[in-house]
């Protein structure tokens, strides 16, 4: 882990690694294989929340490591840990800063910032 993610991330019930398979034998990108592992990763959080338990993306992590520790093949690239748990309170993360983070108020990019118009 890097960062604040080394403080909190252990706690977690469990600690998933998404990663795909993002070549072809033949060394050309396997272009759908992010957008499968976002879906399946975003699947995998909407049921764990419909099960009681919560999901906490992970970006801020060594891939360098991952991929030593974990012995990936050259064609397999790590994109994201998942961190699943029961909710704890905000204040069990100790640290003030991370405290404030965490209960914050959510905030949204207005769609139109997000919507290019065209055809296609
Ligand atoms: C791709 C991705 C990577 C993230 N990486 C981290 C991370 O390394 N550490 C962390 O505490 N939160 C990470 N998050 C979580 C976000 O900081 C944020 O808490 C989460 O997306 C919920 O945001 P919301 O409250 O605006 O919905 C990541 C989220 C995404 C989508």
Redesign the pocket.
């Known amino acids: 882990m ?1 960062g ?2 080394k403080t ?1 991330s252990p706690k977690a019930s469990a600690l998933i690694l998404v990663a795909a398979v993002t070549t072809q034998p033949d060394g050309t990108l396997r272009t759908g294989a992010l957008y499968d592992a976002g879906l399946a990763a975003s699947l995998m959080t909407v049921e764990a929340h419909h099960r009681g338990q919560v999901v ?6 060594n891939k360098e490591a991952v991929i030593k520790d974990f012995g990936l093949s050259p064609e397999i690239t790590p994109i ?1 840990i998942l961190a699943i748990g029961k909710q704890a309170p905000a204040d069990a993360l100790g640290d003030e800063k991370m405290v404030e983070r965490e209960i914050s108020a ?3 990019v207005p769609l139109t910032q997000l919507i290019l118009s065209g055809s296609l």
Not at 56 to 61: E, K, L, N, P, R
């Open positions: 890097v604040f993610n909190w906490h993306q992970i970006g801020g992590f994201a959510r905030t949204r």
